[in-house]
């Protein structure tokens, strides 16, 4: 079975403070993932990497940046977090590039930005 | 741009009976494939079904099978027999053509099976 983790399931960090989100996926998928879900929006693309060290923009990119520095592990980073980062954040990966392909979630992390 | 729609916020249907979830997208591509994700209250997120948009067959998992209506743009989800496991979020999502994969993703449903 394919196993997407992060790193925290809940988080509560201070407004200002730089945070990190790590993700890491056990199967050498291609592509990885973060997304955004808040109620009544659904999930919105943040930002993804379909290589080591290359990384593409997503629907809402401001206020976040990515790394992918190892295949299985991909960070996303709030280098100032504010109130309207409150969010629930979901990794996810694909085996290989496509539209075909199936998308395996992580169990996403809660965070809390006071 | 391309959307997808969801239109019923929330469900709810009785234990062993058949719910069916609307889904619409927009899209000008004539390649792209569609997916039903399913989000229980542990949420994590999990593949219920997918759709390529030039199959004219309608899939079908074991209980989940989706009507598939390329000219209306329409992806419904039907659950047969439903379950008490059942319950969740359930998520509508395309993949547009000639992207890598990044799925564009509807507000979601909130069923609740009752029993």
């Known amino acids: 079975d394919v196993k997407v983790t992060q790193s925290s399931r809940y988080l509560v960090k201070r407004t200002g403070e730089k945070v990190f989100l790590e993700c890491v996926q056990d199967?050498?998928?291609?592509?990885m993932f973060w997304y955004r879900q808040d109620p009544g929006l659904g999930l919105r693309l943040i930002y993804f990497s379909y290589d080591v060290k290359m990384k593409e923009k997503g629907d809402i990119p401001e206020g976040y940046s990515v790394s992918r520095e190892k295949k299985e592990r991909f960070s996303l980073i709030l280098e100032s977090a504010s109130t309207n980062q409150t969010s629930m954040y979901l990794c996810?990966?694909?085996?290989?590039?496509?539209?075909?392909?199936?998308?395996?979630f992580g169990p996403g992390t809660r965070l809390l930005v006071l | 741009a391309q959307t997808v729609t969801q239109s019923q916020p929330e469900m709810s249907v009785q234990e062993a009976e058949t719910v069916t979830l609307s889904c619409t997208y927009d899209t000008s591509e004539s390649n792209y494939y569609l997916f039903w994700y399913k989000q229980p209250p542990s949420r994590q997120m999990i593949l219920v079904i997918r759709q390529e948009a030039y199959k004219q067959q309608n899939a079908t998992e074991n209980r989940f099978s989706v009507n598939f209506q390329k000219a209306a743009k329409s992806f419904s989800l039907k659950i047969s027999d439903s379950q008490l496991g059942d319950t969740a979020m359930y998520f509508c999502?395309?993949?547009?053509?000639?992207?890598?994969?990044?799925?564009?993703f509807g507000k979601g449903t909130k069923l609740s099976v009752k029993p």
């Open positions: 996810a990966s694909t085996l290989l590039q496509g539209v075909q392909e199936t998308q395996y």
């Open positions: 999502a395309f993949t547009p053509g000639g992207s890598q994969g990044n799925l564009i």
């Open positions: 199967m050498d998928h291609e592509n």
